[in-house]
T-cell receptor, first 116, second 106 residues
Framework: NAGVMQNPRHLVRRRGQEARLRCSPM?????VYWYRQLPEEGLKFMVYLQKENIIDESGMPKERFSAEFPKEGPSILRIQQVVRGDSAAYFC??????????????FGEGSRLTVL | SQQGEEDPQALSIQEGENATMNCSYK?????LQWYRQNSGRGLVHLILIRSNEREKHSGRLRVTLDTSKKSSSLLITASRAADTASYFCAFNDMRFGAGTRLTVKP
């Protein structure tokens, strides 16, 4: 049973370009979380999605950032017009149940975005 | 949203010693989880403790929860160099504390 798969593992973008990060949850998991982590810092919650629904996006910047989790295919975190401050590791996690009832989260290995 | 604080921010000990990390929170919780992150890797779940539990064990790990003080602690006994990692607590809204960076020296 494959774990949470994130790609690309490393992404380099120039300022103003778009970054798309993909996350395939574990089989049978319908809940996905995205986090951002700066070096030597903790995980900052960004967004919590269920298939076809955004449940909680209170951690997402109001502009340039969006996330989706379609009925088919991976969850996508999209960053438009990237700036140097977007450089970070972005982690995805999945769970089989809702945030209220969930047990553990299963994490991917992260996507490291570098903005030149 | 839940906010948590962990202390210490960093901890350095010798192999064989015990390591204790603490996590405090502000609002009521249903459960609290501890995770480990090796440098540059994804987080791995260690243990979950529910709000009606006071203590839980898993191998060399011992977690306590004091809901009256809104705090939890993670104890790693007989530490090993391989325990070197960052440790995070997470709350039922899946927000994480800032983490404790543990270094175990051989």
């Amino acid at each position: 049973n494959a774990g949470v798969m994130q790609n690309p593992r490393h992404l380099v973008r120039r300022r103003g370009q778009e970054a798309r990060l993909r996350c395939s949850p574990m089989k049978g998991h319908s809940h996905v979380y995205w986090y951002r982590q700066l070096p030597e810092e903790g995980l900052k919650f960004m967004v919590y999605l269920q298939k076809e629904n955004i449940i909680d996006e209170s951690g997402m910047p109001k502009e340039r950032f969006s996330a989706e989790f379609p009925k088919e295919g991976p969850s996508i975190l999209r960053i438009q017009q990237v700036v140097r401050g977007d450089s970070a590791a972005y982690f995805c996690a999945s769970s089989p149940g809702s945030r209220v009832s969930t047990g553990e989260l299963f994490f991917g290995e992260g996507s490291r975005l570098t903005v030149l | 949203s839940q906010q948590g604080e962990e202390d210490p921010q960093a901890l350095s000990i010798q192999e064989g010693e015990n390591a204790t990390m603490n996590c405090s929170y502000k609002t009521s919780i249903n459960n609290l989880q501890w995770y480990r992150q090796n440098s540059g890797r994804g987080l791995v779940h260690l243990i979950l403790i529910r709000s009606n539990e006071r203590e839980k064990h898993s191998g060399r790990l011992r977690v306590t929860l004091d809901t009256s003080k809104k705090s939890s602690s993670l104890l790693i006994t007989a530490s090993r160099a391989a325990d070197t990692a960052s440790y995070f607590c997470a709350f039922n809204d899946m927000r994480f504390g800032a983490g404790t960076r543990l270094t175990v020296k051989p």
